[in-house]
């Protein structure tokens, strides 16, 4: 079986995280996996060591390149262009749709009109996207199937396994806050920084580590703010960290006794939470959907109430001071990822619903040839 996948945006982010660790299973399980974005804000390095990526925003050349590669499916991830494309190859197979938006003013375009496309079935990371997706279309059906961690790539690495030579450096003595994202108004770095501003003023313990962020729209307004407000001492910012360094990064981290933080206002799911869960590192985060539908509270992390700075400093506190709880979740988290967001868990759901939805209208289509 051969697939495409249609997403605008080409970037470090979740859900490109989310198709690479896919695309690999895929491949295990005979479905060969292409992706087509419109726009690299510098994803390449993620998927192209996995599947056959292209990158162009020229109509003629992606209905050239449907008609001529005869997929099984296709599958548009938040592209709304995308439909017409589709139709104007004249492609007649099985389209599912990924909605991975988490705005719903942002989820509306690629929602509202399939243009004349009759897709099988939407995809969403959680129960809270479903219930967004919900509110804009009720005349397809809509299945939950989590995002997946690869748990043999991303894990709580030994000491002897670390590169500890590579950026970003562990200093002595203190315990590290790491806080993964892009500098967007989603991500809410400002609250990051308002949580910077507290701890410094408290303790010389610890130092935050912002990772990605080099391509962000905001990267030049965060910047200003990060050395305007004197930060740049306990808040270290890594714009670019190769995916393959990601768990080493996360394995500093738990060796320092650390946590993750999340500032986020709004997530459809949230990669980072697993992969830090599944390198043994406690989450901290706000207590609202879907944050709390993947992080256990007081089992693999905890969460504070809205955005509300004291209390995050309060929980991030409390799992820095306390070694004991500290391991209990590092031991927890792991569990939880392994029995809930293993890859083989949750690709094996996506493969079983392409094969029955590509089998079914093979079906469909040879009877209506044989009429």
């Known amino acids: 079986m051969k697939v495409l996948v249609i997403w605008r945006l080409l970037t470090v982010g979740g859900v490109n995280a989310g198709w690479r660790n896919r695309a690999i299973y895929f491949k295990k399980n005979g479905i060969e996996t292409e992706f087509l974005y419109t726009t690299d804000h510098g994803g390449l390095h993620i998927m192209e060591d996995v599947a056959k990526v292209y990158i162009t925003k020229d109509e003629q050349e992606i209905i050239k390149m449907i008609k001529k590669n005869s997929y099984d499916a296709i599958i548009v991830v938040d592209t709304g262009a995308a439909y017409k494309w589709i139709r104007k190859a004249k492609y007649k197979g099985p389209v599912l749709i990924e909605a991975r938006t988490p705005e719903l003013i942002k989820l509306m375009p690629h929602l509202k009109t399939f243009k004349r496309i009759q897709p099988q079935v939407i995809i969403v990371p959680s129960q809270y996207q479903k219930r967004l997706v919900s509110i804009l279309t009720d005349e397809v059906p809509i299945q939950v199937i989590y995002n997946g961690v690869d748990n043999q790539f991303f894990t709580a690495l030994a000491p002897e396994e670390i590169h500890y030579e590579h950026e970003p450096i562990l200093p002595v003595g203190k315990k590290i806050i790491g806080w993964i994202g892009r500098t967007d108004k989603r991500k809410n770095w400002p609250m990051l920084l308002e949580i910077a501003k507290q ?32 930060l740049t001492d306990i808040l270290k910012w890594f714009p670019v960290i190769h995916y393959q360094q990601m768990p080493h990064m996360y394995a500093k981290i738990r060796e320092s006794g650390g946590c993750t933080l999340a500032t986020t206002k ?12 599944a390198c043994g590192v406690p989450v901290v985060a706000s207590n609202m959907m879907p944050i709390n539908e993947i992080v256990i509270n007081g089992e693999t992390g905890l969460l504070f109430r809205g955005q509300n700075v004291e209390d995050a400093v309060n929980q991030i506190y409390q799992i820095l001071d306390d070694p004991h709880l500290h ?45």
Request: hydrophobic fraction near 40%; proline fraction near 0%; glycine fraction near 6%.
């Open 199 to 230: 701890i410094k003023s408290e303790r010389s313990d610890i130092e935050i580590w912002l990772i990605g962020g080099a391509q962000s729209v905001q990267r030049e307004e965060f910047a200003a703010a990060w050395k305007d407000e004197g």
């Open 327 to 371: 391991g209990r979740m590092s031991v927890t988290a792991r569990k939880h990822v392994e029995e809930t967001f293993k890859i083989q868990l949750v690709a094996d759901q996506y493969v079983k619903l392409l094969k029955s939805i590509v089998n079914e209208h093979a079906h469909i289509d040879g009877e209506v040839c044989n009429e």
């Open 266 to 277: 709004s997530e459809s799911f949230g990669n980072t939470f697993i992969e830090s869960m």
